[in-house]
């Protein structure tokens, strides 16, 4: 090796391979030499650290045009410079087109030599820096992406395709750590069969386990090569890959000397099948270790988002829970509601999304009676107009109590805010008409007034099947969604109760 790599010199005359030899060796450059194409072409497979191809374009059965065309698809960095006693525009095109960074004519000047070789040189560091530049810009591009992705599915699925895409992989999994920290399970997947899909491994064995278990990346250039670890691999159509851990380096809130802790590991990035048939690269190992490093802060950083969310969400429903306690009347109200709007959204075939919506919305929807006074909501009799205005605030005092959390998406809080809105406007908080309503919210709007109706009050006993039919059908169009109404009056005829969620 010499200070800026090697160079490839390639003439069918020996006295023109020895006299460049002497010009770049003295220079400080590692030269070697090949008597044919075929000669340099079987040197470049053996060794890919050739920075430049000097070669002759005259010779016999392969010339230099042909061996560039060649050699650009073991090396596609090398950087050619052709040698001819013959220079036409034609010669000179079809160098160029295959790639060709510059030409000497013969005889050659020591001077033009060491011109074309440094040029050549500057170009390659060049090149490399750009690389290298475009490396860190996309890097730092993936490293943006997922900081800002709280959903844990969408973030390891996107860490996966990420990390293939950048080593030119075609197959991989992601696996992460079980609950109980004994084994690991596919969490994302890319190119394997379904029931690798689904493997699950114990820590410590198999590959996947070996790597979480001594928190160290593999790289496998050869499997061949590597009997132990051919032994121990299951599922690998390929010879070469790459499984890296995802490490966190301390625990949340740790404070203590990072030399006491001990590795944990979140899971396991694994890469396999490279597009261009080639092996992995410590160079490849060391882009999918920052991705993988990346990838653990983002996980661990979404999984405390979404534990403090929980922890919101735990206490907002308690709070509903809790406002329901004080009342026999209402007790199991949200509950009940919200099984009821889950189970109509499915009935009419509403999407998975809206149906989420819905159980947690419909859980919270009554979140808002917080602001109403203990001695007016549990009234026996009739409430007085003010009363009634004061309960009518509820639905706003819920939509403004949840506005601070996170989790919820304004849908949630809408359908909060939207439960006593009518289709012909005349509903609260907001007056709005039916057309401005979204479908989650007609479905809460039913649902909530058909529990109230089946539902023993201070101010009323429960209505009879008969009087809800009599309810649903009169007011459906005006107060009710049609299609959802006549959901609730095929469930009320049919005398069943949706199923508990």
Known sequence: MTKDGSILVVDDEIVIRALLVDILTEEGYAVETAGSARDALNLLQQD?????????????????????????????????????GFATLETARAAVKEGAYDYVLKPFSLSEIKLAVTNAIERHRLENENARLREINELFNISEKITGMRDEEALLDFVLRAALDRVGARRGSLMVTTPDGKALEV????????????????????????????????????????????????????????????????????????????PHVLGVLNVTD???????????????????????????NARLIKSVEDAHLSTLQSIALLLEAKDAYTHGHSQRVRNYSVWAARRLGMAETDIEVLRLGAALHDVGKVGVKDGILNKRG????????????????????????????????????????????????????????????????????????????????????????????????????????????????????????
């Open 48 to 84: 890919n650290n050739f920075v430049i191809l000097f070669t002759d374009i005259m010779m016999p059965e392969m010339d230099g045009i042909e061996l560039i065309r060649e050699a650009r698809k073991i090396t596609p960095t090398v950087i050619p410079i052709v040698m001819t």
């Open 187 to 262: 969490a994302a997947s890319v190119g394997l069969p379904e029931e690798a899909a689904k493997t699950i491994v114990e820590m410590g064995r198999g590959i996947s386990g070996m790597v979480a278990k001594s928190a160290r990346p593999l790289l496998v250039e050869d499997i061949g090569q590597s009997p132990d670890i051919e032994q121990i691999s299951r599922r690998l159509q390929g010879d070469s890959f790459v499984s890296v851990p995802l490490e966190q380096k301390w625990p949340s809130g740790y404070n203590g000397p990072l030399s006491t802790i001990e």
């Open 274 to 300: 490279k597009k261009d048939g080639s092996r992995f690269t410590e160079g490849d190992l060391k882009i999918l270790s920052i991705v993988a490093n990346h990838a653990a802060a983002a996980l661990e």
């Open 382 to 501: 009739e409430p007085t107009p003010e009363e009634w205005e004061t309960i009518r605030r509820h639905p706003l005092v819920g939509y403004e109590v949840l506005m601070p959390v996170r989790v919820l998406r304004p849908e949630h809080r809408q359908l909060v805010r939207g439960h006593h809105e009518r289709m012909d406007g005349s509903g609260y908080p907001d007056g709005l008409p039916g057309d401005q309503l979204s479908p989650v919210t007609r479905v809460i709007i039913v649902a909530d007034a058909y529990d109230a109706m089946a539902s023993d009050r201070a101010y009323r006993s429960a209505l009879s099947p008969a009087q809800i039919l009599e309810q649903l059908k009169q007011h459906s169009g005006t107060q009710f969604d049609p299609q959802v109404a006549n959901a609730f009056v095929e469930l009320v005829e049919s005398g069943k109760t949706p199923p508990q969620e």
